[in-house]
């Protein structure tokens, strides 16, 4: 075959086969497509090419989308993988099914942000039985089917040990975020008589030589300084979580020579991130020298999964332009907003005060759209998931901060068919289903896959006008700037 021609490649993988047309390329007399069977997805190889696992078929390899196979992938078309992020906004895309990627494209494509496509959790990762191969192999595999050459980012997200960094960055990810919240000490709990005896495992003199009778000039917020008992129990609270994130950037040094972007994650603490606590971050960040592109600090208000904030505008928007103006004194680099899933009040916000240096994270939206397509399509098929989502929520909700209580579930037998997609509009229907992910897709995940790949142009649509909705919210698709 002397071109990547797609009706050439349908006849020679033959009419079992459905060819995804943006998916074809070629390598010297070699066409390469992204192919689909009643059994699943597949890539296909016109001829043999070395690295490829797969079954011989009608002259061609047939080749499961593993990770293996992504990695041969990548090898002979390196325009498909993982980049380091771009100037200016970037949006992260979870994908708990590995089924979203296409969708998660179409609705970029005319927005001006950089996406992360290859984007997951160890806690994800863990509850799903996914790794971090198949992660990227699922997201590599999806840009494939769409054509897509304009590049992402693949995100090691929640990292709580070296070991996951290094097998991160061993793979190709080139964003890898550091969690260190199981070091965070909450001194809000402590009386200043136990900070101080925690201090005493601190080099605290040193610190009062670095930062004592110091003043940092920081733009739109003046003059800051620490206290002495300032200092002592910001240095409390995060020294142990900055030893550790000092520790992965280097190891990272040594694992990724020509660079990676590296975000600071403290989002989980026990209290919203002050301006002081900020500024010793920074401060410690560059004196450890860990080159941070992005910190995501604890906002006031509550930032549920899957449903919009709750909490003082005016307040997240104070705090935002605090954290905002330490940033690019100390940086640049950007705000990340955490658990970015569906937060349209606050979009805005960001938009207009973070001026394009801001990072959003979504994850369990994509698993609810899903959902609200099978509630359409496959009534039988979600009542079953409700129902498992129900009894496992008490056990799946511990990791998360959730105001929903399973009994605000209807039964899913009390409705009919037609009232079942409206569930997924009510906030406590959405938190019970996108906390019980792990429960469902251990369970179910292959059942849920296949009715996926049935109505899979209903899916990739939902995912584009859903995530359209938030980019629009953001101000980045070219119609608003236009």
Request: some cysteine; glycine content about 6%; proline content about 5%.
């Amino acid at each position: 075959m002397s071109a990547c021609n797609l009706a050439q490649l349908q006849a020679q993988v033959g009419n079992d086969f459905h060819v995804y047309p943006e998916s074809l390329l070629v390598l010297n007399q070699t066409c390469v497509g992204l192919v689909r069977n009643s059994y699943g997805k597949w890539l296909f190889l016109s001829s043999r090419l070395p690295g490829f696992l797969g079954k011989p078929h009608r002259g061609g390899l047939l080749c499961p989308l593993s990770p293996e196979n992504a990695q041969a992938l990548l090898r002979i078309f390196p325009h498909l993988k993982p980049r380091r992020l771009a100037d200016g906004p970037s949006f992260g895309f979870g994908d708990r099914l590995g089924l979203a990627t296409p969708g998660h494209i179409r609705a970029i494509l005319k927005a001006q942000v950089f996406p992360v496509l290859a984007q997951q959790s160890v806690r994800e990762n863990n509850r799903t039985g996914r790794t971090f191969a198949q992660v990227l192999a699922d997201a590599v595999f999806g840009a494939l089917q769409e054509g897509y050459t304009e590049g992402f980012a693949a995100d090691a997200d929640h990292l709580k040990s070296l070991e996951q960094a290094s097998e991160a960055a061993r793979l190709g990810y080139t964003f890898f975020t550091c969690d260190p919240s199981d070091l965070l000490v909450s001194v809000e709990k402590l009386s200043f008589r136990e900070i101080a005896e925690k201090g005493k495992e601190l080099p605290f003199s040193q610190l009062k030589k670095l930062y004592l009778g110091r003043s940092f000039r920081v733009p739109l917020l003046g003059e800051l300084g620490f206290k002495e008992d300032e200092l002592l129990r910001v240095s409390v609270k995060y020294w142990w979580a900055l030893d550790f994130a000092e520790r992965m950037f280097h190891t990272l040094l040594h694992e990724v020579p020509d660079g990676f972007d590296f975000e600071l994650s403290v989002d989980e603490a026990s209290a919203a991130t002050t301006v002081l606590e900020h500024l010793f971050l920074a401060l410690e960040c560059k004196r450890r020298g860990i080159k941070l592109a992005s910190l995501a600090p604890r906002f006031s208000g509550t930032m549920e999964k899957a449903v919009d904030f709750r909490g003082d505008l005016d307040v997240f928007r104070s705090e935002l332009r605090a954290h905002m103006a330490i940033a690019q004194a100390f940086g640049p680099y950007k705000i990340s907003l955490h658990s970015g899933s569906d937060k349209f009040s606050l979009y805005p916000i960001l938009a207009k005060e973070a001026r394009g240096l801001w990072h959003v994270k979504t994850a369990g939206t994509s698993y609810l759209v899903a959902l609200e397509v099978l509630a359409r399509a496959q009534p039988k098929l979600f009542r079953e998931i409700l129902h498992l989502a129900k009894n496992s929520f008490p056990e799946e909700r511990k990791s998360y901060q959730l105001s929903a209580e399973a009994e605000m579930v209807p039964e899913p037998e009390s409705l009919q068919d037609e009232k079942l997609p409206e569930l997924l509009s009510d906030p406590n229907v959405r938190q019970v289903l996108h906390v019980t992910y792990g429960a469902v897709l251990r369970k179910m995940g292959d059942d849920v896959r296949a009715a996926l790949l049935t109505y899979e142009e209903e899916y990739l649509s939902a995912l584009e006008k859903h995530f359209r909705r938030h980019l629009e919210a953001l101000g980045v698709m070219e119609s608003e700037r236009a």
